[in-house]
């Protein structure tokens, strides 16, 4: 079964940068689009950016330009570097991706989540 492990949150000043890791196993990672997603407590979870097999990436207009998502699909691993953080960033920070299983359903794995707090 597909499993997602996030890490790298932290608290951060605004302005500052963090880099967030997702590592993912069983399943064929480079087959898969895998996304980022946050959530503040009482919002509906959002997501941030996504990297799809392809090598297209997406995401969101309020991280443009100051987010960068990559993978390495050696290490089965997505990289979500965080730069210029706002306090609005603030929130977990999941790691999630979707796939058919044998019987035609659609399922979705998330990680744990990681919590990233920006002071202002």
């Known amino acids: 079964e597909a499993q997602l492990v996030e890490s790298g949150g932290g608290l951060v000043q605004a302005g500052g940068s963090l880099t967030l890791s997702c590592v993912a196993s069983?399943?064929?990672?480079?087959?898969?689009?895998i996304g980022w997603f946050r959530q503040v407590a009482g919002k509906e979870r959002e997501l941030v950016a996504s990297t799809y097999s392809d090598g297209r990436t997406n995401y969101a207009d309020s991280v443009k330009g100051r987010f960068t998502i990559s993978r390495d699909d050696l290490d089965n691993t997505v990289l979500l570097q965080m730069n210029r953080l706002e306090p609005e960033d603030t929130a977990v920070y999941y790691c999630n991706v979707k796939m058919w299983d044998g019987s035609g359903n659609l399922r979705e794995y998330w990680g744990q989540g990681t919590q990233v707090t920006v002071s202002s």
């Open positions: 069983g399943f064929t990672f480079d087959d898969y689009a």
